[in-house]
């Protein structure tokens, strides 16, 4: 079978040579460089980048998107952008670039990221160096090799009666309500993690639990696996070191929940469907 759209987004490690087309993940900081305005905004072209490319650093092939080459790298100092470009924090081009285009720019902020990270062999103390067949670092003194890591977490949207479980988290400064979500640890399996998340969270046991979606959440490194359940017993009693409030709501009776494009918003979205 040939791809023909069915891979939009297809990885590689080995660069070809570079084109004009190929698109450029550009970040400062946490912040990715796009071109155009709120109604067009998109990754720019290699083309479009004469001027930044001597300020470009540690350039990492992704593979290509709908054919094009696509490119990572970091923007250094803090010379003023060219007119035209802007650089826009990652989490606000959620709901702006389509989903295989900010999937692919989240890809690039973790390898970065991970590259950034493991300069240094972590058993050795010596460098590490890219590996050219696959995506890796070796330590050049001990051979100990790194892949990018994935630290996953379960997101789950717990059901009673028609009512949904929504949490504000302690120390959160967003102005909304969530579903509950937590790192897994190691040792145990991402249903047992939804049963340990919901009992230290909010003192309740949750049965029926089904997988509903995934979602790489590259803040760093998080890879969102999210799960519907339905509570089995026990009274709201939160962890008062992990949230300010929990309590029940009703599709009539929903607060102001997350934006549109996050896993948690997506889990709000079918209780509101599925129970409205
Ligand atoms: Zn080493």
Redesign the pocket.
């Known amino acids: 079978m040939n791809n023909s759209g069915y891979l939009r987004f297809i990885p590689a490690v080995k660069s070809p040579e570079e084109s004009s087309g190929d698109l450029w993940f550009v970040f400062r900081g946490g912040s990715l460089l796009t071109i155009g305005g709120d109604s067009d905004r998109r990754i720019p072209r290699r083309s479009e980048m004469q001027s930044l490319l001597e300020l470009l650093t540690d350039k990492i092939y992704l593979g290509t998107l709908d054919g094009k080459g696509c490119l990572a790298a970091e923007l250094n100092g803090s010379a003023g952008l060219t007119p035209g470009f802007e650089a826009i924090d990652l989490r606000k081009l959620l709901d702006s670039l389509d989903e295989t285009t900010f999937l692919a720019a989240g890809r690039a902020a973790q390898l970065l990221a991970w590259r950034r990270n493991t300069r240094y ?1 972590g ?4 460098l590490t160096e890219e590996k050219q067949d696959e995506r890796a670092r070796i ?1 050049t ?4 090799s790194f892949f990018p890591r994935l630290s996953p977490a379960v997101i789950v949207a717990v059901v009673r009666d028609r009512s949904i479980l929504l949490a504000r988290g302690k120390n959160s400064t967003l102005p909304f309500w969530s579903v509950l979500a937590g790192f897994v640890e190691p040792g145990e399996s991402l249903e047992q993690c939804v049963r340990r998340e919901v009992f230290e969270e909010v003192r309740l046991a949750v049965k029926n639990i089904r997988y509903f979606a995934s979602q790489p959440w590259p803040f760093p490194d998080s890879f969102m696996i999210a799960f519907t359940a339905e509570y089995e017993s026990g009274d709201i009693h939160i962890d008062n070191m992990e949230l300010e409030a929990a309590a029940w709501y009703t599709v009539q009776s929903l607060p102001q929940v997350p934006r549109k494009g996050s896993v948690s918003r997506r889990l709000i979205d079918w209780f509101a469907n599925t129970y409205g």
């Open positions: 062999c058993r050795c103390g010596k330590c003194a001990c051979g100990l």
